[in-house]
């Protein structure tokens, strides 16, 4: 295990890689790595979505409080720091919207998955569609990666038409791959090729 990690330390330093603050998807659009000067706006942007998020079958953000998003917020840094993923916040015409992440980057396999929500006002404009077309051309032009995944319930047919729409395929199902709320459910594994 331990020259796993001293590999893909390796392939990432000699690469000398590291993720973007910021990807542009439209003049208007752009996603920005989360700090600690989001969490107020993206705390009051999760609260706001709770019901929309008990409608999906999702591992959705249920921070109680804003001490509690400032600490995952911290381990997100430290993820980004690592090279290992990262955190954006979704902005539209200055307004935080929505959530988008880069998770589990191998560098050695050039792969990572992704995930996002949107804020439900902001949702059928277009904007989950251009901010994923671009996290995935960034993932594949900056990042060099070849191959990137997301999953999603089974029941989740609009973020399953979303990723079809951005170029993903679905692959398989993995069972009981999702952790919700009050149980485990199963999940369609799509991926992209960027070669």
Not at 10 to 31: G, N, P, V, Y
Not at 98 to 125: C, H, M, P, R
């Amino acid at each position: 295990m331990g020259s796993k990690k001293r590999t893909e330390s390796s392939l990432r330093d000699s690469a000398k890689l590291h993720i973007a603050d910021e990807i542009t998807a439209t003049h208007e659009l752009k996603l920005k790595c989360i700090t600690m000067k989001d969490a107020a706006s993206l705390h009051k942007l999760i609260i706001l979505n709770q019901n929309h998020f008990s409608e999906f079958e999702f591992t959705s953000p249920d921070y109680e409080t804003l001490f509690d998003l400032r600490q995952a917020i911290e381990t997100l840094t430290e993820i980004k720091s690592a090279a290992e993923g990262a955190a954006f916040g979704l902005w539209f015409d200055a307004k935080l919207v929505g959530y988008f992440s880069i998770n589990e980057i191998n560098w050695a396999q050039k792969t990572a998955d992704v995930g996002f929500w949107l804020d439900q006002s902001q949702q059928s404009k277009g904007l989950g569609l251009k901010a994923l077309q671009a996290l995935v051309n960034y993932c594949h032009q900056s990042l060099k990666l070849q191959i990137v995944t997301a999953h999603t319930a089974l029941s989740n047919a609009r973020c399953q038409r979303l990723l079809v729409r951005a170029g993903f395929s679905k692959t398989s199902i993995h069972r009981a791959h999702i952790e919700t709320r009050d149980r485990k459910v199963d999940a369609y594994r799509f991926e992209i090729r960027l070669t």
